[in-house]
C-alpha cells in the first residue's frame, strides 16, 4: 500500500533530528548540538492510530553562507514538494528568527498542510511563549519537547488528521507486481522499455527524467505482471540536486507497491552507498528482491568476471543473500530472458505457504541440530511454530521468554527454513510471542 510522506523542516537546532528519531521510535538521525549537522534528507516509516506514513527528516533551512548550505536549502525544497503533509519544527527557547520568517512564507507558498510544531517546551512555564508564533500565519502552535516525548503524541494526532488517502491501482493478486529500483542513471527506464518491448516511458542519459511511477501491465508466458518504473532524482522547473545519494522519495511509493524489487547496479560505475541504502528500503518493507547488474555489454569480460562479480555483491550486501543475481544488458537486451525465470521463482517464493505440522518439524529439527544457548541468563524454549502470512513469509515462534533468544539464534531459524522451504529472494519475518 502506498504509504503518503511527512517532511520535517526547519532552521539548524531546533531539534529535526531529535523529533524525527522519536516519531520513528529510534535512533536514525545524527543528533548534536553543532548546527547543520543534517546534510542528507534522511527517510523511514512510521505507524500511529493504524496509518504508516513516510517520514523525511531535513537538513536544517538557513540563510547564511555557511558551507553546505546551498545544499543543505536544496534538500529541504525537495521534501517539501514531495511531502504530502509538512512539520514546521521552531524553538521555543529562541522565540521567531528572521528565517523562521521566511521559511514560513516559503511553506505557505507550498500549498501543503503545515503544522507547526514549538520544540523544546520543557517546562509548562515556557507555554506563555506560545503566542507569539500564531504571527508566522500557520495555524496552532502545538507545544512539543522531542528530548522528553512531551506532546509528541498531540503532534501525531494531528498528523494522522491531515494526511490524504491515496488511491493506488487494484490488482488481482495473481498478479506480480515488480518494481525496477536504483541510483539515478543506472539504467532503470531502459530495463522497463525492453521487459515491454516497446518505448512505454521515456529514456534519456539526463538523470531526473522519470518524474513519476509509472505502472505498465503486461503478459508474458502467460503470467500477468505489473512492472512499474520509479524515478532515480526528482526534477520541477530545475534540478534542484546534483548528488544522486539524495534521490529515494519517490522511489519509496514504488516500493510500497510492489510484491518484488529489482535493484539495478551500473557495471560500469561499480557498486555504490547508494545502492546499499536503497536495498535498505525494500527490505525495510519486506519486499522481495532480485539484483540486476545492468549495462553488462560495457565492460570487458573474461571466464571469471561473472563469479568476482557476485563475489563482490554478496560481500558489499551481506543483508541480502539470499537475493539472487541477475546479469544483462537493457539497452542491447543481452542475457534479458534470464530475468523472468528469476522473478517468476522469486515471487513463489515470497508467496509460499508453510504446512503448520512440517514447519514444526523443520523447527524441532534445528533446536536439536544447534541446540540454543542461555541468553540474559534464561534458554529459549520453543513451543510451537506458525505461519501467521505470507508477502513475506512471516512466522510466529510461541516461546517462554521473548527476551531470551539471541538475534544469531534467530538468524539461525531464518537460514534453516529458507534451506527447507526454498525461500530464496524473499526476506522472512519471525516473530518470537511469550506462550500465555
Request: net charge neutral; aromatic share 8%; glycine share 6%.
Amino acid at each position: 500500500m502506498m504509504k503518503p510522506s511527512v517532511a520535517i523542516v526547519g532552521r539548524p537546532n531546533v531539534g529535526k533530528s531529535t523529533l524525527f528519531n522519536r516519531i520513528i521510535g529510534e535512533r536514525l538521525s545524527i543528533t548534536d548540538d553543532q548546527p547543520g549537522i543534517t546534510r542528507d534528507r534522511i527517510y523511514s516509516s512510521s505507524e500511529w492510530l493504524t496509518r504508516q506514513f513516510n517520514v523525511i527528516d531535513t537538513g536544517g533551512i538557513d540563510f547564511d553562507d555557511t558551507p553546505f548550505i546551498h545544499e543543505i536549502k536544496s534538500q529541504a525544497e525537495i521534501a517539501i514538494d514531495e511531502a504530502d503533509v509538512i512539520v514546521f519544527v521552531c524553538d521555543i527557547k529562541t522565540g521567531i528568527t528572521d528565517d523562521d520568517a521566511y521559511i514560513a512564507r516559503m511553506l505557505y507558498k507550498s500549498k501543503k498542510p503545515v503544522i507547526l510544531a514549538i520544540n523544546k517546551v520543557d517546562d509548562g512555564a515556557m507555554l506563555d511563549n506560545l503566542y507569539e508564533f500564531y504571527s508566522l500565519g500557520l495555524g496552532e502552535p502545538i507545544p512539543v519537547s522531542s528530548t522528553h516525548s512531551v506532546g509528541v503524541g498531540d503532534l501525531l494526532d494531528k498528523i494522522i488528521e491531515e494526511l490524504p488517502i491515496i488511491d493506488e491501482p487494484e490488482y488481482d493478486e495473481s498478479r506480480i507486481k515488480f518494481s525496477v529500483i536504483g541510483r539515478p542513471n543506472v539504467g532503470k527506464s531502459s530495463l522497463t522499455n525492453a521487459l515491454l518491448g516497446q518505448n512505454r516511458v521515456i529514456v534519456s542519459s539526463v538523470e531526473g527524467t522519470t518524474r513519476d511511477s509509472i505502472d505498465s501491465m503486461f503478459t508474458k508466458d502467460d503470467q500477468d505482471y505489473v512492472v512499474i518504473d520509479t524515478a532515480g532524482m526528482r526534477k520541477k522547473g530545475k534540478v534542484y540536486e546534483n548528488a544522486e545519494k539524495y534521490s529515494v522519495l519517490r522511489a519509496l511509493s514504488a516500493i510500497d507497491r510492489s510484491d518484488i524489487c529489482l535493484l539495478l547496479i551500473d557495471a560500469e560505475t561499480g557498486i555504490r552507498e547508494q545502492d546499499k541504502r536503497i536495498a535498505g528500503y525494500a527490505i525495510d518493507a519486506g519486499k522481495a528482491i532480485v539484483i540486476v547488474v545492468n549495462k553488462w555489454d560495457t565492460i570487458t569480460k573474461d571466464t571469471m568476471t561473472m563469479n568476482r562479480w557476485e563475489q563482490e555483491i554478496r560481500s558489499h550486501f551481506q543483508f541480502i543473500t539470499f537475493a539472487k543475481i541477475v546479469f544483462l544488458s537493457a539497452l542491447t537486451k543481452q542475457r534479458i530472458n534470464t530475468l523472468f525465470p528469476m522473478i517468476k521463482e522469486t515471487f513463489e517464493n515470497y508467496s509460499r505457504r508453510v504446512r503448520t505440522s512440517v514447519l514444526n518439524d523443520v523447527i524441532t529439527d534445528a533446536l536439536l541440530i544447534n541446540p540454543p544457548k542461555s541468553h540474559n541468563g534464561e534458554k529459549i524454549k520453543v513451543y510451537y511454530a506458525t505461519q501467521v502470512s505470507n508477502r513475506p513469509p512471516t512466522f510466529v515462534l510461541f516461546v517462554n521468554d521473548e527476551n531470551c533468544m539471541h538475534f544469531s539464534y534467530k538468524r539461525y531459524l531464518t537460514n534453516r527454513l529458507r534451506e527447507s522451504f526454498k525461500f530464496e529472494g524473499t526476506p522472512i519475518k519471525i516473530i518470537l510471542r511469550k506462550r500465555d
